[in-house]
């Protein structure tokens, strides 16, 4: 898994992101790593957004790879987690590496425990 997926961020939730990325006091480190994968992301309309990506305010059911747990969780802006129950902020380690992929696509990201190779089962 040394290679990344190919990625696609709505041009609305880049703005969000961006927007949070100036104001947040976030470790320098996963900051770089955030704005490299963005940097990389195909940006497209909100509208031709397809249906089965993880994007800010849809529910993205993934499984942790050494683990085998699976996970269902909002992705949100960390201005909005309080917003549904089971909110992930793009900002924590997960949120980050989650953003963008689409169902059958995994990644390996840097998180607490290490690094971690999760896989998108199902987006709502």
Known sequence: ???RPNIVISCVDMAVIEHHLDETSLPREFLDELEVELARA?????NVMPAD?????RQVTFKVLETGKVFTKTLTAPDQVDKYEDSLSVFAPLG???IGLSVGQSIQWKTNRGLQSVEII???
């Open 53 to 57: 990506v993880a994007c800010l305010n």
């Open 122 to 124: 199902h987006v709502t």
């Open 42 to 46: 195909k940006i497209v309309e909100p």
């Open 96 to 98: 980050a590496a989650l």
């Open 1 to 3: 898994m040394n290679t």
